[in-house]
T-cell receptor
Framework: SQKIEQNSEALNIQEGKTATLTCNYTNYSPAYLQWYRQDPGRGPVFLLLIRENEKEKRKERLKVTFDTTLKQSLFHITASQPADSATYLCALARDDKIIFGKGTRLHILP | DAGVIQSPRHEVTEMGQEVTLRCKPISGHDYLFWYRQTMMRGLELLIYFNNNVPIDDSGMPEDRFSAKMPNASFSTLKIQPSEPRDSAVYFC???????????FGEGSRLTVL
């Protein structure tokens, strides 16, 4: 069955450093991959989308890579700030269907 | 636009009772998704609609769950009878394009005692 794996442990990063989150998947061939941010008690908010034929996407301090051979996406936040602390969710999509990983909690320490 | 609107935000009910969760998608969006989120299982896709038609309900846990979308601006998720294991946060999301960016509501937190 399809499986999406994200770091289950919380990630603690010092302010100003780059945070890197990992999303691995098996038994799936997504047409594209999305990253969302979720704050406590709120719904997820879309951040970035990367297609299967793209290697890298950037948006301000965010960068996403997508390796369909390794079946992995990396999500980077450069110059991290305490306001970046949240849970980050990876989502895979093919046809109409979008499925999510469990997310990684990120803490940026001042 | 006010975004995706869900109601109620919180619901506490007793086992065996019927629960109805409501969702108003963003106007003009033609896809609507229902997800359930728990600590153990994360965000699970229950069902999604395209142009008010259910496309895939393979994520619906069992016959106690049903979802409808009578028109483009309203959807319901019903649980009858409810059980304690149904306790979770239920999210509705809508999108404009096929497998495009999802816009989520704030969720309905359900507690079944």
């Amino acid at each position: 069955s399809q499986k999406i794996e994200q770091n289950s442990e919380a990630l603690n990063i010092q302010e100003g450093k780059t945070a890197t989150l990992t999303c691995n998947y098996t038994n799936y061939s997504p047409a594209y991959l999305q990253w969302y941010r979720q704050d406590p008690g709120r719904g997820p908010v879309f951040l970035l989308l990367i297609r299967e034929n793209e290697k890298e996407k950037r948006k301000e301090r965010l960068k996403v890579t997508f390796d369909t051979t390794l079946k992995q996406s990396l999500f980077h936040i450069t110059a991290s700030q305490p306001a970046d602390s949240a849970t980050y969710l990876c989502a895979l999509a093919r046809d109409d269907k979008i499925i999510f990983g469990k997310g990684t909690r990120l803490h940026i320490l001042p | 636009d006010a975004g995706v609107i869900q109601s109620p935000r919180h619901e506490v009910t007793e086992m065996g009772q019927e629960v109805t969760l409501r969702c108003k998608p963003i106007s003009g969006h033609d896809y609507l998704f229902w997800y359930r989120q728990t600590m153990m299982r994360g965000l699970e896709l229950l069902i999604y609609f395209n142009n008010n038609v259910p496309i895939d309900d393979s994520g619906m846990p069992e016959d106690r769950f049903s979802a409808k979308m009578p028109n483009a601006s309203f959807s319901t998720l019903k649980i009858q009878p409810s059980e304690p294991r149904d306790s979770a946060v239920y999210f509705c999301a809508s999108s404009l394009a096929r497998t495009g960016e999802l816009f989520f509501g704030e969720g309905s937190r359900l507690t079944v005692l």
